[in-house]
Every structure is written in structure tokens, then in C-alpha cells.
């Protein structure tokens, strides 16, 4: 049996079989008669929602979890196309496995893109000590060699292998820019480029290969200040207490209004420079998974799409 083409299956009124992964547990929401299933189905780093109304047909997924099913589907609309799922039973076979549906970013690919921005990063202030610490705390065996390989996501933007370091590398293309506009800000580059990489490393620990991790209701700010404060010694060794500081700070406050507000200039331009970079990347996503209808932003409503190629964002 052949994996659903979910695009080709949105299409309305449309019926399909096929295969599916499940990657997160779906929602039960209350409807108007009764309780229904919302959920997605995912696909090299693009989520499908689906929503199950007959609880006769929902029940396998709340016994068996998230995995590999056997579904009909029905292409549906309502705000937006979904699938409307008709039946749907555990995958029995198999032939086909979690990996099949995994999208990732090849790590030589990431290391190239790594090297290039690194000798532009150098021109504008940033020092072999800063690559040194880099390279032996991305190397430190608690990480597994998993920065380069983990997603930054299992839902939102680059939820594929090498999707960490892929938004981590598009952020440092960002600062960049920020750091050619603004000279008075070069003189901490090594701070910024440091902060960057240790902004969201904590989700190593939040995600396990693109699942939810053991521990993952510790998010990953506070693993990542966890696993910082392991290497106290050698960044004041190297920097000292202030810039350990900051770096703190950063993870602690990137995230701007939605957790610790960020406390110092630091933290707040890495929140805007992660925010700008996961948001077009989320976007530019959403417009390519759904053509031709309204992207619906959480706090703007309605947008009109843009002129995009279909080429790989
Ligand atoms: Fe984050
Ligand atoms: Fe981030």
C-alpha cells in the first residue's frame, strides 16, 4: 500500500486511501452534537489537518497513538481545506516505515552553508575564540551530535531532520545583515553569534529525532540554560561572568512577550531576528502546503498570498 498523497487528496469532495503518520497526539475538541478529533498528519515537514466526527472512528487513535495508519479520507472545507477522515486502522505491514515520511536536510549541505557564513561572520567581528568554544560544545557527548541532525519543531517551522541547525543558520545569515547595517554592534559579535547557536539548543533535549523527548514539559530554554550552566567554567575561562550572563539571558528571553521578557539589548535582538526568521519560513510554508486559498495569520486574520516559486524554501 502506497503513502496518501495529501496534497492531491485535499482537493474537495475528493476521496483517497492510503498510508499516514500521525507524529503528535491530535486534540479532542467539543463540537456542536459531540466531541471530535482534530489532528494532522505529517509529511516531510509539512502537517495536514484532519478532523475525525464519528468517535467510533477516533477511538483506535486515542488506544494506539501517534504512528503509521491505514486511512480514508475525504477532502473537505470549512475555513480552509482539511481532510475529513472516513476510517482509519493501524498500519499492519511492514514495508513502510516512520523514516519514509521524515523529510530532512542533508548534514553535508548544513556544514557548507555553515563554512560560508562563518568566513562572512569573521569580516564583521567575529573571533577564532568564539568558533573554538562552538566547536567543543557542539561536540560535548550530552548532545549526541544531534544539533545538526534534530528539528526545530514537530508541528511549526523546519520540523525536519537538520531543521534546528537550518533555522539556526538562516538567524546568523539574518545577524549578518544586522551586524553590516549596525558597526557599534560588532564589537559584540562573538556574544551575538554564541547566543544564536545557544538560543534554542535546548531542544536536543525537548525533542528526541523529531518526537516529543522524556522530559520535554522542561522546555527548551530551561534545558538550555540547564546545559549552559554546565559549561560555566569554560566560558568564563575563555569570555568571563558577563558574557555567561548574557548568553543566559538570551535563552531565557528570546521569546519575547510569550515567556521571560528579554532583559537586556542581547536577548531583544535575537527575539527579533528569531521571530523574523521562523515566521517567513512558516509562512512562505503554509502559502506553498495550501495554493490558492487565504493564509489565516493568528493575530492579522486573513492574508493575501505572494508570488512564490515552488522551488524548496
Ligand atoms: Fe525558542
Ligand atoms: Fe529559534
Known amino acids: 500500500m502506497d503513502i496518501l498523497n495529501l496534497p492531491v487528496s485535499l482537493e474537495k469532495g475528493r476521496r483517497s486511501r492510503g498510508l499516514v503518520l500521525i507524529n503528535t497526539m491530535p486534540d479532542i475538541r467539543s463540537g456542536k452534537r459531540d466531541d471530535f478529533m482534530s489532528g494532522f498528519f505529517y509529511f516531510k515537514g509539512q502537517n495536514y489537518l484532519f478532523r475525525i466526527w464519528d468517535k467510533d472512528v477516533f477511538e483506535i487513535i486515542l488506544e494506539f497513538g501517534p504512528g503509521i495508519?491505514?486511512?480514508?479520507?475525504?477532502?473537505?472545507?470549512?475555513?480552509?481545506?482539511?481532510?475529513?477522515?472516513?476510517?482509519?486502522?493501524?498500519?499492519?505491514?511492514?514495508?513502510?516505515?516512520?523514516?519514509?515520511?521524515?523529510?530532512?536536510?542533508?548534514?553535508?549541505?548544513?556544514?557548507?552553508?555553515?563554512?560560508?557564513?562563518?568566513?562572512?561572520?569573521?569580516?564583521?567581528?567575529?573571533?577564532?575564540?568564539?568558533?573554538?568554544?562552538?566547536?567543543?560544545?557542539?561536540?560535548?557527548?550530552?548532545?549526541?551530535?544531534?544539533?545538526?541532525?534534530?528539528?526545530?519543531?514537530?508541528?511549526?517551522?523546519?520540523?525536519?531532520?537538520?531543521?534546528?541547525?537550518?533555522?539556526?543558520?538562516?538567524?546568523?545569515?539574518?545577524?549578518?545583515?544586522?551586524?553590516?547595517?549596525?558597526?557599534?554592534?560588532?564589537?559584540?559579535?562573538?556574544?551575538l553569534v554564541f547566543s544564536i547557536f545557544m538560543h534554542d539548543i535546548g531542544k536536543v533535549f525537548e525533542y528526541h529525532n523529531l518526537e516529543m523527548g522524556e522530559f520535554w514539559f522542561a522546555n527548551h530554554r530551561v534545558r538550555g540554560i540547564e546545559f549552559l550552566a554546565s559549561l560555566k567554567d569554560e566560558v568564563i575561562r575563555r569570555y568571563d561572568e558577563s558574557f555567561y550572563r548574557q548568553v543566559q539571558s538570551v535563552i531565557a528571553g528570546h521569546h519575547g512577550l510569550y515567556g521571560d521578557h528579554p532583559t537586556t539589548v542581547a536577548a531583544t535582538i535575537v527575539h527579533y531576528i528569531d521571530v523574523l526568521e521562523s515566521q517567513t519560513t512558516e509562512l512562505l510554508r503554509e502559502q506553498l502546503n495550501t495554493p490558492g486559498s487565504k493564509i489565516r495569520h493568528p493575530d492579522f486574520g486573513f492574508l493575501q498570498d505572494i508570488p512564490l516559486s515552488e522551488e524548496e524554501s
Not at 77 to 101: A, C, H, M, Q, W
Not at 169 to 180: D, G, H, P, S, T
Open 69 to 191: 495508519y491505514v486511512a480514508e479520507t475525504l477532502g473537505s472545507d470549512y475555513n480552509g481545506p482539511y481532510l475529513t477522515v472516513k476510517s482509519i486502522d493501524v498500519y499492519p505491514g511492514t514495508e513502510v516505515t516512520r523514516d519514509d515520511f521524515l523529510g530532512g536536510i542533508p548534514r553535508e549541505d548544513l556544514e557548507r552553508r555553515l563554512a560560508a557564513i562563518r568566513a562572512s561572520l569573521d569580516q564583521l567581528g567575529v573571533t577564532a575564540s568564539c568558533w573554538d568554544l562552538l566547536d567543543s560544545v557542539l561536540a560535548d557527548p550530552r548532545l549526541e551530535d544531534r544539533f545538526m541532525i534534530e528539528g526545530a519543531a514537530i508541528r511549526h517551522h523546519d520540523n525536519v531532520f537538520g531543521g534546528l541547525a537550518n533555522h539556526t543558520l538562516k538567524m546568523l545569515n539574518i545577524l549578518r545583515a544586522v551586524l553590516e547595517n549596525n558597526p557599534a554592534l560588532r564589537v559584540s559579535a562573538d556574544l
